[in-house]
């Protein structure tokens, strides 16, 4: 049988590339999304090969809804259909709110929220019309529980719930399920990118003392992909280490 083939966006940043090789050894053919002209591209596809990974690539901002498109044509024509989407691409732009730009705030909501409309459209419909398909919107803890310094980020990630539960319903009787997660601090460039004594003081108050690890997020999207999870959609997957209980 074919394999089934997994769309990640952002997928050479920290998450990305845990989630990648997650669903590569779950037998899944993985597409690699990256923004066009990314610089380190060949060096990410080189350090994957040379660790066994063999994951192709597709170039798009996620911003930008005709490049998605265009980019899942791509896709189509010379892989395959997409049965599985990650929508893991996005950027922090951090600020008290009286300090917040509206480019930040623009910045932010583009990148993590109008992106998940901008790829799920291009992808949805042919999961459905298959009878089978896996979304996985990345949220955050910080979506859930809001945070200071954050309110586009909390803001981009809660529209993500709101999203996820609503095309849930419309494809649920199509085989496709639709699940947020909602990871807590994890140790990326994202995180480390904190100023060192704020992300000391955030650590301090995770009950298990820790940031989660990149391959923590991986291992949970093979379990949403796997035919085991079929009967889980709409939901949120809390994994913070205690952080926040919902
Ligand atoms: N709760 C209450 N008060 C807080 C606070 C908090 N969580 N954080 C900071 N403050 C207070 C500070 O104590 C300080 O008070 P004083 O003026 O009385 O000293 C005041 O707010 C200003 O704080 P800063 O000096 O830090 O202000 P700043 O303008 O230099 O920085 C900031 C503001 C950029 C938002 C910074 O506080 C920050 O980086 N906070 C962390 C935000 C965060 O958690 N980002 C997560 C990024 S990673 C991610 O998003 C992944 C994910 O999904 C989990
Ligand atoms: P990361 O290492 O910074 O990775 C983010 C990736 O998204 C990067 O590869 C980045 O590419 C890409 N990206 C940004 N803008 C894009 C665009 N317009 N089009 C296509 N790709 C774009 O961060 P991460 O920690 O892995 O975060 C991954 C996801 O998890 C994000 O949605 C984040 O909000 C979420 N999350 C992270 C944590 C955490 O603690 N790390 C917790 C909760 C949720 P460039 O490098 O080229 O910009």
Redesign the pocket.
């Known amino acids: 049988m074919a394999k089934k083939i997994a769309l990640v966006?952002?997928?050479?940043?920290?998450?990305?590339t845990a989630i990648c090789k997650s669903l590569s050894q779950s037998g899944f053919t993985v597409v690699a999304?990256?923004?066009p002209n990314?610089p380190p591209k060949d060096e990410w596809l080189a350090k994957m090969k040379s660790e066994g990974f063999d994951i192709a690539v597709a170039e798009?901002?996620?911003?930008d809804f005709d490049g998605c498109a265009a980019m899942v044509k791509k896709i189509e024509s010379e892989i395959g259909p997409v049965d599985v989407l990650v929508n893991?691409?996005?950027?922090?732009r951090d600020a008290m709110f009286k300090k917040m730009e509206k480019g930040q705030w623009d910045a932010v909501l583009s990148?993590?929220l109008d992106?998940v409309f901008n790829v799920t459209h291009q992808v949805l419909p042919g999961m459905a019309d298959r009878g089978w398909g896996r979304v996985i919107n990345?949220?955050?803890?910080?979506g859930v529980k809001g945070q200071f310094g954050q309110a586009n980020?909390s803001a981009a990630?809660a529209g993500i719930l709101g999203f996820t539960k609503a095309i849930a319903a419309e494809v649920a009787k199509k085989g496709v399920t639709v699940n947020a997660i909602?990871?807590?601090?994890?140790g990326?460039?994202?995180?480390m990118a904190i100023k060192q004594e704020v992300r000391d003081s955030i650590v301090a108050t995770i009950p298990m003392g820790r940031?989660?690890k990149?391959e923590e997020i991986g291992g949970l999207c093979s379990y949403l992909v796997s035919d085991l999870a079929g009967y889980m959609t709409g939901a949120t997957l809390n994994i913070n280490g205690g952080l926040h209980f919902c």
């Open positions: 966006t952002g997928a050479m940043g920290g998450l990305g999304n990256c923004l990314f798009a901002d996620v911003t893991n691409a996005g950027i922090t990148t993590n992106s990345i949220s955050s803890v910080n980020y990630k909602a990871p807590g601090y994890i990326t460039d994202m995180v940031l989660g990149p």
